[in-house]
């Protein structure tokens, strides 16, 4: 039998991405999809590409009974929502906000979020009743940069530039995210103070606990709809067949995460759930090139693995996407 999903906030463009995916799983039936400003409209009138996929309509009614109910709500909404809405202990819920992601935040309404980031706790997701999707840039940046703090090996500094694309504003407009704004167009935003360092910290400081250098990040908003693109560096000692022995390891049972021979770009993980990772060594310095998705290995498709995780489901259902390469 399959489990019945909710999905809480329809409209944005993670939920779009949430809805495709969920509608092709084979374990899982979508029981509702709630946005009270589209509510009574047919969901693909929305999600243009799932027109031919779906009739299902949002609802402004909420069913308390799922299995397992997502939050694609605003940062600080999620809380506002499980505070009007009492879901009981035995619906699963995985929450893509920034809402329950720091340890300050972990334990609400006697559930403990735990942070969702598989390739550093899976053991602990299989367990969890709830879960905090780490952040697009978060997923990226720990990624490139925890086999290091699994080893001890973040002696120095760490220096980011990362560029995102147009989707990572979400569907809201502002200055920033008009086409004739974005078009032909580079910025950096928000640069050393990025909301998504905390959760990044954070996790560095699980696997090394002594870190006391900076983490220079400096986020950039790209002409391009998706994915994120970033180069990390920092001093290391070790040769570069060390440095891919060690990230190799990291990752041998990472089903999404892959050390790569070659320079990376972006259409290699564009549509999927993939994280490519490239490694090069400058004299004592290792740089680490980093690409995923942001609308999935960011969000939707890390939030599906996560659920995939913890109803013991094949962690790839649903996932194995194929890239839009040209």
Request: charged fraction near 20%; charge should be positive; hydrophobic fraction near 40%.
């Amino acid at each position: 039998m399959k489990i019945k999903a909710g999905i809480i906030g329809g409209a944005g463009y993670t939920a779009g991405e949430l809805i495709r995916i969920l509608l092709h799983h084979k374990e899982v039936f979508i029981n509702f999809i709630y946005s009270t400003s589209n509510s009574g409209n047919k969901v693909s009138a929305i999600h243009q590409d799932l027109v031919g996929d779906t009739d299902l309509v949002f609802t402004s009614e909420v069913n308390l009974k799922v299995d397992v109910l997502f939050l694609c709500l605003g940062h600080g909404n999620s809380k506002a929502f499980l505070e009007e809405f009492s879901f009981s202990l035995t619906t699963k819920i995985i929450d893509l906000s920034t809402d329950f992601r720091l340890k300050k935040d972990v334990y609400f309404q006697g559930r403990e979020f735990v942070y969702g980031l598989p390739e550093l706790q899976k053991e602990k997701i299989k367990q969890a009743k709830a879960i905090a999707n780490p952040g697009c840039f978060a997923t990226a940046l720990q990624l490139g940069i925890l086999p290091l703090a699994a080893n001890g090996l973040l002696k120095d500094d760490v220096h980011v530039h990362a560029v995102t694309g147009a989707s990572g504003a979400g569907t809201s407009l502002s200055k920033t995210t008009h086409f004739t704004w974005r078009d032909n167009n580079f910025s950096t935003y928000k640069p050393f103070h990025h909301q998504h360092l905390e959760e990044i910290h954070q996790s560095v400081k699980q696997l090394q606990q002594v870190f006391t250098k900076e983490i220079n990040f400096i986020p950039a908003r790209g002409n391009f709809s998706r994915g994120i693109y970033a180069t990390i560096y920092t001093k290391f000692l070790g040769s570069l067949e060390e440095a891919v022995k060690l990230y190799r390891h990291f990752y041998k049972d990472a089903v999404f995460t892959f050390i790569s021979n070659e320079e990376l770009h972006l259409k290699q993980v564009v549509n999927t759930s993939k994280c490519l990772i490239h490694l090069h060594r400058h004299d004592n310095k290792l740089l680490i090139t980093c690409c995923i998705d942001n609308l999935l290995k960011g969000a939707s498709g890390q939030a599906v693995q996560n659920m995939n995780l913890m109803f013991g489901f094949e962690e790839t259902e649903g996932l194995k996407l194929k890239a839009t390469y040209f």
